[in-house]
């Protein structure tokens, strides 16, 4: 049986594989150095599959699908795609955020002894969570320029691929982080418990980057 080269299967992608690190890296230095507890985590994740529907959207309207270049019914195509992936997408991140909000509630009771500040005091308000979510936003944004555009995928792709493209990250990602995030509020586990919650997220998109054909041997 051949031996698996780990180093040579990492080196194609070494730059996404920095980018998901460092992007990860950003929920940790605020639990380990900011104070940060379940109800930030969970909100701040959120947010970051807005940034994620917000970057598929000009990936729905750019992909031709081999084509050199669109037709009048292919963008007509994908501006219908785009309109109900907004739609679709958009019912989802509201009932996402529905239960990320009520679950970051609960955790922020355990976490303040039942006296604390409310979870729009310690997200929405703190100019350190948002430059946490400028800083994911900003390492998204880089990689959709670099392998959407400069790799030149929009003109391999269709618009009703790149509609369904982040779901199945979000489905096993997300809820993996929601069902993680209520088995610390039921065991009234610490905050820093939550560094298991993100470094998990981390390996899960490391996985994700390995199944999903993006490492590639040859180095980039």
Not at 88 to 100: E, K, Q, R, S
Not at 145 to 159: F, K, Q, T, V, Y
Request: aromatic fraction near 12%; include cysteine; hydrophobic fraction near 55%.
């Amino acid at each position: 049986m051949p031996r698996l080269d780990l180093p040579r299967l990492f080196a194609g992608s070494r730059f996404s594989v920095a980018a998901i690190v460092l992007g990860n890296l950003a929920p940790v230095f605020g639990v380990a150095f900011l104070g940060w507890d379940g109800a930030q985590i969970l909100i701040l994740y959120w947010f970051e599959n807005l940034i994620v529907g917000a970057l598929t959207l000009p990936r729905i309207l750019s992909a031709r699908g081999r084509s050199t270049a669109a037709s009048a019914g292919q963008r007509a195509e994908a501006i219908g795609t785009g309109c109900f992936f907004m739609i679709h997408y958009g019912i989802f991140c509201l009932v996402h955020g529905a239960f990320a909000l009520a679950l970051a509630n609960d955790m922020a009771a355990v976490d303040g002894g039942g006296v604390t500040a409310g979870v729009w005091e310690r997200t929405i308000s703190r100019s350190d969570f948002w430059w946490t979510v400028l800083a994911i936003a900003l390492v998204h944004l880089i990689m959709h320029i670099r392998d959407w555009w400069l790799a030149g995928a929009w003109r391999g792709s269709s618009p009703m691929a790149e509609m369904f493209r982040p779901y199945g990250r979000i489905f096993v990602l997300h809820l993996t982080v929601l069902g993680g995030a209520w088995l610390m509020a039921a065991l009234n586990a610490p905050s820093s418990a939550l560094l298991i919650l993100c470094f998990g997220k981390m390996a899960l998109e490391l996985v994700g980057l390995f199944v999903g054909g993006r490492i590639r041997g040859a180095p980039t």
